[in-house]
Structure formats: structure tokens, C-alpha cells
Nanobody, 120 residues
Framework: QVQLVESGGGLVQAGGSLRLSCAAS????????MGWFRQAPGKEREFVAA????????YYADSVKGRFTISRDNAKNTMYLQMNSLKPEDTAGYYC?????????????WGQGTQVTVSS
């Protein structure tokens, strides 16, 4: 029902910045919220940030507060994650997710991911 495609990943130095994008297509009018998750090798997937599609309320993991900013452009059906002051521990595959349900914690649709690597 919803297809998600991430882009913008890459290799950056510690302290640098990167902006990720997630383009949604399909039945996007049903989207309640979208979020970003990340997963490093050998670790479980963890929540990074989420945003309500209507109203724009945002939520962040403690590990990225003050450094990352989530935003969205409803007209373009696109979500962004601006990542500043990047640290080596931010290295992971970053995944975009969407939900039709009235929640920011349970997601039904996922993108394929984009790799972010931060060198020290």
C-alpha cells in the first residue's frame, strides 16, 4: 500500500553532517506517522526519530536529541532526517518506516535502507 525509498546515506567524518530522505508512494494519504530506525551489525534495530504526518509532532531517541532533526514535506510525500555532529556510533543502516495506525511506535511499511558510515 505504501512504498518507501531512502536516499542520502554515505561516508562522513566525525562531526560532519548528512541529510537522509525518504520518498513515499502509493496510498500515502493514509499515513499517520513516519519514522527513522537504524541497525548496526550485530545489534538490534533501534528507534531514531518519528514525526506525525498531520501536525508535525516529533519524537527522538535520547542518543540523537540535539543533533538530529526530523521533518516532512506533505506535498512531496517525503520525510527527511538532518543529522549533525555525527559520531562513529551513528554508523548503521538507516531505515524509513510508515504507519497507518494512530501510533508512532508500531510501523507496518519499511524501506530498504541507506547506509551511513561515520569515520573517526
Amino acid at each position: 500500500q505504501v512504498q518507501l525509498v531512502e536516499s542520502g546515506g554515505g561516508l562522513v567524518q566525525a562531526g560532519g553532517s548528512l541529510r537522509l530522505s525518504c520518498a513515499a508512494s502509493g496510498r500515502t494519504f493514509r499515513t499517520y506517522a513516519m519514522g527513522w530506525f537504524r541497525q548496526a551489525p550485530g545489534k538490534e534495530r533501534e528507534f531514531v526519530a518519528a514525526i506525525r504526518w498531520s501536525g508535525g509532532s516529533t519524537y527522538y531517541a535520547d542518543s540523537v536529541k540535539g543533533r538530529f532533526t526530523i521533518s516532512r514535506d506533505n506535498a512531496k510525500n517525503t520525510m527527511y532526517l538532518q543529522m549533525n555532529s555525527l559520531k562513529p556510533e551513528d554508523t548503521a543502516g538507516y531505515y524509513c518506516a510508515a504507519t497507518f495506525l494512530p501510533t508512532t511506535t508500531k510501523y507496518d511499511y519499511w524501506g530498504q535502507g541507506t547506509q551511513v558510515t561515520v569515520s573517526s
